[in-house]
Structure formats: C-alpha cells, structure tokens
Nanobody, 115 residues
C-alpha cells in the first residue's frame, strides 16, 4: 500500500514557474516508476513525465525543455519542476507511482496558467 500526497499547484502567469511535489509513504521500496499525469477540462488524462528506478526519464513532447522530473530518495518524494508555463499547461496534475502489481494515484493538484 502506497499513500501519495501532492502539493505545489497554484495560479501563475504565462512564463512563470511552479514546482510540484509528491511525497510517498507506505510500501515504497519496490516502486518501479514515479510520474506525473495531467487532465485538462474536457480532455483525456495524459502522461507528462516519468522517472524509472534507474533514473531514466520520459516526457510529453510539448513539455520537453520546460519541465524536469526528479526524485529525492531520502525524502521519498518526486518533483516536477515546470518552467516557462503556458496556458495550455492548465490542468489538474496527478502523481502516479507503480510497483509490479499496482498503480497508485495522488489526489491531484490544480495548475492554472493565465494572464
């Protein structure tokens, strides 16, 4: 069992930055991947970024060069640094982690990018 607690969302103007955090607790020693999804109103949930146990990463094409996923093993926390935010980044962002048998989801945090 894994519990995920997200934080860091908010309202920013285009070009500004946010950092999302997701702290994991519980049975976390066997996690294979940690990542972030987002879902905008009326749209399907999409994978934004993920980081594997060996530290390889994947990114959605539209966020490459702007977003960076990282992990602090001592704090059992995964981060998403979001720079140069654009209005199209507006969505609810969900933390997701997985072991070999189960996916776990955070509660979601709202990111709004608007002038």
């Amino acid at each position: 069992q894994v519990l995920l607690v997200e934080s860091g969302g908010g309202l920013v103007q285009p070009g500004e930055s946010l950092r999302l955090s997701c702290a994991a607790s519980g049975s976390i020693l066997d996690l294979i991947v940690m990542g972030w999804y987002r879902q905008a109103p009326g749209k399907q949930r999409e994978l934004v970024a993920r980081i594997y146990r060996d530290d390889t990463t994947n990114y959605l094409d539209s966020v490459k060069g702007r977003f960076t996923i990282s992990r602090d093993n001592a704090k059992n926390t995964v981060y998403l640094q979001m720079n140069n935010l654009k209005p199209e980044d507006t969505a609810v962002y969900y933390c997701n982690v997985a072991n070999w048998s189960t996916n776990y989801w955070g509660q979601g945090t709202q990111v709004t990018v608007s002038s």
